[in-house]
């Protein structure tokens, strides 16, 4: 995996070769964004199976129970960890597991791991595609955290409903919120944009509502960790506080997410648990440490933006405007229709 | 001048002996915070003077003008720099310029210094009194930047009345924001706080609205670097979006300022100047830089806030409920008949 901690001062790769690594990846930030994660998780799963191919039937089933239990503990907000999580074991189901030969196993969650991955990439182009008629020519659009290609399996969420209105031949210039504390909109945001050769500008996250006072912001657009059934969304600490100020500028705010980010069993925001991870992340960053030693810290690392402050909700199989319980859940009774048939 | 700048990591002091320097301090933020700019600047004129009181008459008077000129070129916002160098000419303009040795001149100035910064005091004093009164027994307290002794003679404006309230018997828990990119907040406050052992606990900017959302919030105090007129009210960048925040949560919203920093002259906030700063301010911190080079930034580092989403303003005066143009004209006006009188 690119230890995204490092970026974009360094590129490094980290080698893993069990679910128990991965879990520990995912825990410390080396890989983060929901659809990132939920890929990494698929390929923690199949890693353990590679890893366990040799072991006996009942050792390597045992193994991979517990690695997934690993993976599942390692962040709590992100649905897609789960969701992933999910389907590794839905396809696990299908296969004889008391006939089938272990390495054979392995191989198929390997394919699993890679089909969601592979999918991932789909997705995003298709909701880049639906999205994108949203941002007007010459848009100038603020996005906060990193909703990118390094939040998922390529092309973004977000910052992919951007890259495809770009293709489609719009000038868009993106404000990027720095997102403190872990600094998403600074160093990946920024990076991935110039990458592309995408105009932006970096800001505090302070800075949001006086750019937006001044007139200088046409629509915000972030992704989701998690959607409840009523459109409440959590992402990345500050989007709430985002999508407070452009109701009151009457800016549009999107979410980009896939329905794998959409979490039926959470009926409101208020259900959806929100990491608070450690004071260092606050206090400074990285080695560099400004606040007084020994002060009291609050660092929750995500939000709930309500549904009725959520303009649109961009997903795969199309946009949701003003996101509400009903509309949420016919879409997903569509896809699973479609699923049985 | 203690250097805020290595804050709470070191105290260091440094010595000044022009009204060049001392400009260049103000600018680079050796000294940060309204009132406390308005002290230096006026400091800065009187060193000034005793520099050139053995030079003849005509130097010592170009070279006075020069040096306040230097001082009112340092930072563009806060108006108590400009009421401060308008005072410290008004004080000269009472002095026979022509008969008086120049030395008894710039002992008449350093005098004056002596006396804004202790009336300085005073009124953060008097504020605190007046304003203590708003915060109810066990308040957790939301503030944004610094507006406590560091950012004043001493005492505080918007601490200033947290201390009072505590002096007062009053529990306070205060919420520190961090104030990105600066850090103002999380150098200066939860230190100074710290100090005095008020419970202080330090979030990220962009955890102020979740914890309103979770109703851990009772009230939100910041001081001002300039207030209009009608009542707008710049302050650090940031505080308009916690303004907007603690508006949708239905938590005051009181700002703490002295007189000196209502600008008559100033009609709305849409007329006060806004400070543009360094891209190395935001594309890191100190030595730390971790965005990508190169990348385009916007740094304002203030903003306004509509006196319509201001609870009430806190002055020596007395506490201005709802501020508009006409409760702002009758204080001032109250004011000018007293001092003539």
Redesign the interface.
Known sequence: MLDQRLL??RIEYVRYDSAAAVAAGIKTMVVRGAPAIGCAAAYGVALEALRLRDQPRDAFLAGLTHGIAALAASRPTAVNLFWALDRMRARLDTLSLRALPVAEIADALLAEAHAITVEDVQLNRAMGTLGAALLPHNARVLTHCNAGSLATAGHGTALGVIRSAVEAGKRIHV?AD????F?QG??LT??EL?QDNI?????????????M?QGSIDAVIVGADRVAANGDVAN???T??VA??AR?HGIPFYVAAPLSTVDINTASGDDIP?EERAAAE??G??D?Q???A???????VF??TPAELVTALITERGVVCAPDAAKIAALVAVRALESRS
Do not use: F, H, Q
């Open positions: 974009p001062a404000y720095e997102t403190r504390p600094l600074a160093r920024a990076w110039m105009p932006v500008t970096l800001i505090a996250d302070n800075a949001a509502g006086l750019l006072r990345k600490i500050g709430y506080s407070v100020l009151r929100i606050v206090t960053y990285g560099t400004w606040a007084p020994g002060v009291g810290v609050r660092n929750p939000d709930v």
